[in-house]
T-cell receptor
Framework: DTEVTQTPKHLVMGMTNKKSLKCEQH?????MYWYKQKAKKPPELMFV???????INESVPSRFSPECPNSSLLNLHLHALQPEDSALYLC?????????????FGAGTRLSVL | DQQVKQNSPSLSVQEGRISILNCDYT??????FLWYKKYPAEGPTFLIS?????DKNEDGRFTVFLNKSAKHLSLHIVPSQPGDSAVYFC????????????FGTGTRLTIIP
């Protein structure tokens, strides 16, 4: 089983709303990732959690706040987003953060900010 | 600065023939390379990978070739099947457990029945 589950699949929010994206995996992976993908662009890394600790933040604005409650769950809390934040948000996980570990992706949450 | 480039945004190949997707990179610190396939409304799916200590890795119909001196890798799919129609991304990672994957811009492969 290489499934990474993301909810919701679609989200529409206003600029003053607070919402959360959720990601779950039950493969025993200890590294989890958030990526952002704009239309016709490659996925871009936002955050990496390794053993439930934030190990990489790619200079993401503070209106995006990640959280890793346990080794199976990863959340992305959204607050005061801008229309340009509309994108596909992808979660991934890997066995660890070692070089040869493969990242497995969820189907993504398509976010529209109005 | 795009460190991983896929110069062909699209490619059409007849079913049964060989599909060759190309990828170039500029960062000499990249040490591990992966190919992902993406269908619409789904996340990227891992296909095949190669470490920089190898020049070829094969898995069924998929073969990845790495030319380190040219900073070039390619994915060969043979024979191509209609289900192979998707967007293909190459990705690269650096040394020493750097978790960051840098993706190319993708190539849309269409297999013509």
């Amino acid at each position: 089983d290489t499934e990474v589950t993301q909810t919701p699949k679609h989200l529409v929010m206003g600029m003053t709303n607070k919402k959360s994206l959720k990601c779950e995996q039950h493969m025993g992976h200890r590294a989890m990732y958030w990526y952002k993908q704009k239309a016709k662009k490659p996925p871009e890394l936002m955050f990496v959690y390794s053993y439930e600790k934030l190990s990489i933040n790619e200079s993401v604005p503070s209106r995006f706040s990640p959280e890793c409650p346990n080794s199976s769950l990863l959340n992305l809390h959204l607050h005061a987003l801008q229309p340009e934040d509309s994108a596909l948000y992808l979660c991934a996980s890997s066995h660890s953060d070692r070089l040869e570990n493969i990242q497995y992706f969820g189907a993504g949450t398509r976010l529209s900010v109005l | 600065d795009q460190q991983v480039k896929q110069n062909s945004p699209s490619l059409s190949v007849q079913e049964g023939r060989i599909s060759i997707l190309n990828c170039d990179y500029t960062n000499s610190m990249f040490d591990y390379f992966l190919w992902y396939k993406k269908y619409p409304a789904e996340g990227p799916t891992f296909l095949i990978s190669i470490s920089s200590i190898k020049d070829k890795n094969e898995d069924g119909r998929f073969t990845v070739f790495l030319n380190k001196s040219a900073k070039h890798l390619s994915l060969h799919i043979v024979p191509s099947q209609p289900g192979d129609s998707a967007v293909y991304f190459c990705a690269a990672r650096g040394l020493r457990g750097n978790e960051k994957l840098t993706f190319g811009t993708g190539t849309r492969l269409t297999i013509i029945p």
